[in-house]
Every structure is written in C-alpha cells, then in structure tokens.
C-alpha cells in the first residue's frame, strides 16, 4: 500500500499562575484526499496580556486558521493559503477590537502555524511564540522573535496579529526526513527553559509526546514561569514517498477503455461518432443516456499506457476542469455512473476552434478581435485566480461557439502550484506548449508565470489581426533571441499605434517587460495609452543609412588628421 504522511503528537497547555489562560493550540490532521492536497497544520497563538481580548484573539486564531485552511482551493500553494487566511483573521481582530473594545490593541494574540505537506514543512509566525526543530540531537530555533527593548530590561511586542489593520507575516519552507521533532512554544516556556535544557526534554520526547509536552510545561513553571505556558510535539513517523512502480500502479487503478465505436455504450453513455482523434487523445461525441444531453469523452491515446506522467497529467485534466468555475472555460462533468476506465466527461460546445474561425476571418476588425481576447483573459484568469498556469495557449485550445462565446478546452499542460508542492517520483517537463505560442522563458528552461500565459494571449491578437507571428515564424530556442519583434503596423498600417504597443508589451522576451494583470492588457487594448502610442526612435543607420555611413566616415577622416598632425608634433 502507498506510504502516506503520518505523524505522532502531543500537546499541553496551563494557565500557571495567572487567573486565565490566554493561550490556545490545535492540531488537525485531515483524511484524504486533503492530507495529500492541504497536509497537517499545527498552530499555537499567545493572546497578549495588556490586551482585554486576548484570550478571544488567541483562540480566533487557532480555530479559524484549522477550520479555514482546509476549505482553501487545492490549487493553491500552502503559502498563499497561508498567508491569505492569516491576514483576513487579522483584519478581523484588528477590526473586533475597535469595535468591542474601542481600542486598536483590544485583540492581540501571537500567532505560529506549521503545515506539514508531502515532504515539505511550511512556516507561518508572527510575535514571540516560536518554533524549534529537533534533528540528529540538535535542536534548532525556526522563528525569529519579534520583540522591542523599552526602557530597563523590559521587552514588548514588535508584530501582533490585530495590532494594525495590515500584519508581516513571517514564511519560510524547509524539508523534513522521517524522525523530525518540531516544537512549538509560548514565551511562557523558552524564556524559562534554557536551550541545553530544552534539548534534553525534547530528545527524550519519542516515546510519548502527550507526556513530553506535559513535562515541558511543568519544568516551565518549576523554573518560576509567571506567565501562561503551552507546548506542541509533532514527529514525522512517516513520509508520503513512492517509487515510480508504486506510483504507476496506483495511476492504473483504472484500465485504458477499449477503440469506442458509435453505438458503443460506455458507463452510460452512448458513443455518437468520434470527433477528433490524435496520437496522445481520442475525443468522442455522446449521449447521456438518463437525460439525452450531448457531451464529450476524452479518452487516452493507448501509445502512453506505460507512462505514469501522461496518466498524471490526463488525470489532471479532469481535477482542473472540476475546479474552475468561468463560462469560458470547458466544464468537467460529474460521471452518471462508476467509471470502469480511464476517461472524463466534459461539456459539449457545438462550434469550431479559433483556429478555424482565423481561417474564416483572415482580416477581422479590432472589435472583433478586442471581443476575444477579452474572454480568453477572463478564462485565464479563472486559472490565474486557483494558482494554475494553462501553459499552452493557442488557437486549437479555444472553442467559440454559436453565440459567439469563447472557451478555454484543454489543460493539458497545466502546471498547478499547490499540486507541485507533493514530491512524485516523476520527471517533470516544464516546456509541454506549442513553439509559436511558447514564452522565450521556457525556451531558457525557466519556470513560467502568468506572464507567460500573457504571452501567448499576445501572440493569438497579434495572429488573428495580421495572420502572422509576432517574432516571424516558427522560432526556436536557438535563433528567438536573435530576432526582433515585428510590429502589426507592418502588415496593416491601420492599427493604431497603441494597440501595436500593447500586443509589443504583451509579447516581450523579458517576463517582467511584460504586463503584470491580465487586466492590463485587455485596458490598453481598448483604451489609448499615449506611452505606448509613441513611436519608438529609429536608428540613423535604419532611417538613412547612406547619411550613417557619410557622417562616419567623414568622423574618422577628421581623427586620421588629427592623429597625423599629433604625430608630426
């Protein structure tokens, strides 16, 4: 059976000597499939005592980072997740202080938070609480504390969550190996326990972790701790790695479904006739028998049934279009009824490709075109949005259909950021596009962003209104940096100025010359931008070269004169 994460943990926490205990902690560990997706968060926050809703703070805290992370999208990375809950529960604190208690310190807590995902451990701290690692008899502290000198030896918060309606959250990742010990603690606890002490409580941890962290605590207030005092003890017991077999197996769950024929009946669907076939997908026309509505049934290419990351990737696929929620993206179905092979059911879209559609309208008018790109950019930024990068923006991925609505079909290619994050034992390709629509970026082996899928949105405008290609046709690695960007104007001097300026910034080699937003691109499509109107200075050697040549030579004449006279002296 395939490893999954597991861990042993343990948790105390007292009040000590004051009237209440304005500390709080949690551990959840989900069940699948968000232990795989989202992993185990482990938070403890230490309400400020000068506050009058700190004990409120520190729970808030702790229950709304367990219950709100886990309902966060898949697709996203644990640091945006992270960071994301975190300061919308600081905003809330800071915004329930001034409201309840007429105060913008009425709700101060610290706040630490540990995610363990795959192989990789997630940090998340703001204030004095901290954060050790127990590796190889070395305990080492994770967090940095944010503290203040006041006058004497006194020492004051620096960061708080609910102090200010903004907060600087504090991340880090690191990897983890079966046997780590991480320790969370309140101030209550490290500033009363030196670190040799705290080594040798935390060593001797393994057996029971519910009585180390009891222990910890009560050495705490055997040392004359006078503050509130909790502890949590988390161990790796094992990591969630496989090996390509493993991984392969668990991939072919399902079998490949046999050639369908029309008339064929496939889990309740009957096959129509077949739509398009290549050599890695098969695409079918169906019926659902229950309800009569048409749709599509994507099946894999039987060439790839010994290749564990094409199965992950059509796997993908069908989660990605699951996810997405725009009218200009394909929507993944829900199946009738168990499914006793690999494939997936999408909507059907009764149209034809952009590709075609170019073909059609070989010389379309700006609204046209403007009409698009508009909702191609709000399907990518459906993408955008869930942390998801298409990779592979190109005319035969898009579908317009009668109404003349555009859609998103293939995720093929998709990279998904929070997916990334669990170690598979595959080799991952990053540069899965078509060449024309490919970013330069992937073309250096770099990691792509949205500025890539930017990219290919540029090339698509620029091909629908001149029929070309922005950097002339077919490139590759070896000669794109060589070449320069062809404006629109070339092939029809009609388009303004700032519209060829646009589609320029969308398509530039360097990523960060690019836009940033979709958005952006989309505005200055529409709209004049008089930066980008400009027409860009031309070289004297390009505007008259025989002028160039004249004037240099004359240049060097004068410094052969000068040089002579020099000499002669």
């Not at 006058?151 to 504090?170: K, N, P, Q, T």
Request: net charge negative; hydrophobic share 35%; glycine share 6%.
């Amino acid at each position: 059976m395939t490893a999954q994460l597991t861990i042993n943990a343990g948790q105390y926490s007292d009040k000590g000597i004051k009237e209440q205990n304005q500390d709080a902690c949690g551990i959840r560990i989900p069940k699948e499939p968000l232990l795989t997706s989202k992993g185990i968060a482990c938070v403890i926050a230490d309400g400020v005592s000068s506050s009058a809703g700190g004990r409120e703070a520190s729970e808030s805290c702790v229950t709304g980072f367990l219950a709100d992370y886990f309902s966060t999208p898949e697709s996203w990375t644990v640091k945006t997740s992270g960071q994301r809950i975190l300061g919308a529960l600081n905003r809330w604190l800071h915004g329930q202080g001034q409201t309840r208690y007429a105060s913008d310190h009425g709700m101060l807590t610290t706040c630490s938070a540990l995610i363990i995902k795959s192989t990789t451990a997630h940090l998340f701290h703001i204030g004095d609480s901290r954060i050790y690692r127990y590796r190889d008899n070395d305990l080492e502290c994770l967090t940095r504390d944010h503290q203040t000198w006041g006058s004497g030896d006194r020492r004051f918060l620096s960061r708080a969550m609910g102090a200010d309606l903004m907060v600087e959250i504090d991340y880090h990742s690191l990897p983890v190996v079966t046997g780590d010990i991480f320790l969370l603690c309140t101030d209550g606890i490290h500033e009363f326990i030196d670190h040799k002490a705290l080594t040798q409580l935390v060593a001797g941890a393994a057996e029971n972790l519910e009585r180390a962290a009891r222990q910890i605590v009560t050495r705490a207030l055997e040392l004359g701790s006078q503050d509130n005092v909790t502890c949590q003890l988390v161990q790796i017991t094992q990591l969630p790695l496989q090996d390509v077999d493993e991984f392969y197996h668990q991939l072919a769950e399902l079998p490949f479904p046999p050639p369908l024929d029309a008339g064929m009946v496939l889990d309740g669907y009957k096959i129509l006739r077949e739509l398009h076939a290549s050599t890695r997908t098969q695409i079918y026309l169906a019926q659902d028998i229950e309800s009569g509505a048409q749709v599509i049934i994507k099946t894999p290419s039987v060439n790839y049934q010994d290749d564990a990351s094409y199965i992950d990737r059509f796997m993908h696929e069908e989660w990605i279009g699951r996810r997405l929620s725009s009218p200009h993206v394909l929507k993944a179905l829900e199946p009738k009824q168990r499914r006793r092979f690999l494939y997936y059911v999408t909507e059907y879209v009764e149209g034809q490709t952009l590709r075609q559609w170019m073909h059609d309208h070989p010389q379309p008018g700006l609204p046209q075109v403007r009409a698009i790109i508009e909702q191609l950019a709000a399907g990518l930024r459906a993408f955008h949005r869930m942390e998801m990068i298409h990779q592979d923006v190109k005319p035969e991925n898009v579908m317009i259909d009668a109404h003349g609505t555009v859609k998103i079909i293939d995720f093929g290619s998709t990279r998904i950021a929070g997916i990334d994050e669990i170690a598979k034992p595959l080799e991952v390709h990053h540069l899965l596009g078509t060449a024309n629509y490919t970013a330069p970026e992937y073309f250096r082996n770099e990691r792509g962003n949205t500025r890539s899928d930017i990219y290919a949105l540029g090339v698509i405008c620029y091909e629908m209104l001149t029929g070309k290609l922005p950097y002339g046709e077919e490139p590759d690695a070896r000669d794109f940096q060589r070449r320069d960007y062809i404006p629109s104007r070339t092939y029809r001097p009609e388009i303004p100025r700032w519209v060829d300026g646009a589609i320029a910034t969308a398509v530039h080699k360097k990523p960060a010359q690019r836009y940033e937003h979709l958005s952006e691109f989309v505005y200055d499509l529409t709209h004049p931008n008089q930066k980008l109107g400009q027409p860009q200075a031309q070289p004297l050697i390009e505007r008259n070269p025989l002028a160039f040549w004249r004037g240099l030579s004359a240049l060097l004449f004068i410094l052969d004169v000068v040089l002579i006279y020099l000499l002669s002296r």
